[in-house]
């Protein structure tokens, strides 16, 4: 019969737990028991392709591996310290799909996407008709319009929200005064805020749109 899982591995998350009976880190180490945390995810995720392996499923089950965010830490200097997940390190998520009949050769989604993208392909890869609340692409769609993608993070007191459009990138502190601009194909790092070479109006009109 169908079906439909959904793992949550939390280990990987602070403060970077994993079980007695597997490899432990150097428990001072915030950076070795994240590592840790993230090889007991890997073999958790093991467990389960052979699960399904072992039941006959894995030419039957799409699989979908996918992160909420990338990599947090980052040595870079930022123009807003704490906002730290607002930034391309953290922005690239990673995202694997599995199924061997679907995906014989294997491939590559070769567009900026973001987790509104999830549903609209988990839809197509399956067969199933769209639904028209859904604001994401499929990823299997090779015709799409290029289109804006909204970024939102929070950290603590400090929240951005604001969005990617090509290779611009606009972060608006919310209750705030803050602004961060960047030309990412010149400056994929964002280690140059433009946004300190705008006028009073400018700053207005982009934080307005952000």
């Keep these: 019969e169908r079906f439909v899982a959904v793992v949550i591995p939390i280990a990987a998350h602070y403060p970077f737990s994993t079980p007695p009976d597997t490899p432990q880190a150097d428990r001072d180490s915030k950076m070795e028991r994240f590592l840790a945390a993230v090889r007991y995810v890997d073999l958790v995720f093991d467990g389960l392709m052979k699960g399904l392996e072992a039941r ?16 947090p ?15 391309e390190n953290n922005l690239s998520v990673p995202a694997v799909m599995f199924n061997p009949r679907l995906f014989p050769q294997g491939g590559r989604f070769g567009r900026p996407s973001s987790h509104l993208d999830l549903m609209p392909t988990i839809l197509d890869a399956l067969g199933l008709a769209e639904d028209p609340r859904h604001r ?4 299997l769609q090779e015709s799409v319009e290029p289109r804006r993608i909204f970024v939102g993070a929070l950290n603590g007191p400090l929240m951005l929200t604001g969005f990617i459009d090509g290779d ?10 803050g602004l961060e601009a960047f030309d990412l194909a010149r400056d994929p790092f964002e280690q140059d805020n433009l946004a300190g070479g705008f006028n009073a109006d400018e700053v207005a009109r982009e934080r307005a749109e952000a």
Excluded: E, N, P
């Excluded at 830490?73 to 930034?87: C, D, E, H, P």
């Excluded at 994401?136 to 990823?139: C, E, R």
């Design 56 to 71: 006959g499923l894995d030419d039957d089950t799409l699989v979908i591996f996918l992160a909420d965010h990338g990599a």
């Design 73 to 87: 830490f980052s040595k870079a200097v930022r123009a807003t310290r704490g906002a730290r997940l607002a930034y």
């Design 136 to 139: 994401g692409q499929s990823l």
């Design 168 to 177: 611009r990138k606009v972060l608006a502190q919310r209750g705030g005064r």
